[in-house]
């Protein structure tokens, strides 16, 4: 078993496939996408982890003792993405 997952601007979709490519499931989590200006698009990177997550429990309660034999996985990603950091901690008064 495979786990191929696609992390999409509007969707993460999984895919579960047998060893001969044979598809076993599938199941997504749509996601939203603000537009606080115009010509700018944002997501909270958070939102990405817990719909990926929240897909992989759905395919796992659907497919239990398949889930359990899957041997690698497959990841693909938005491109042209940036995720920006703020690595500025005023906590300890620096």
């Known amino acids: 078993m495979y786990l191929g997952i696609d992390l999409g601007t509007s969707e993460v979709k999984v895919l579960l ?4 490519g044979g598809v076993i499931g599938t199941a997504g989590t749509p996601f939203t996408v603000s537009r606080p200006k115009p010509r ?15 897909t992989l429990f759905k395919l796992r309660e659907k497919f239990p003792n398949e889930f359990a034999q899957v041997r690698g996985i497959g990841l693909s990603g ?3 993405g940036a995720v920006l950091l703020d690595l500025y901690d005023n906590t300890d008064g620096i």
């Open 78 to 80: 938005q491109m042209h």
């Open 40 to 54: 700018w698009s944002e997501q909270n990177p958070l939102d990405w982890w817990e719909g990926t997550r929240a």
């Open 17 to 20: 496939l047998a060893g001969d």
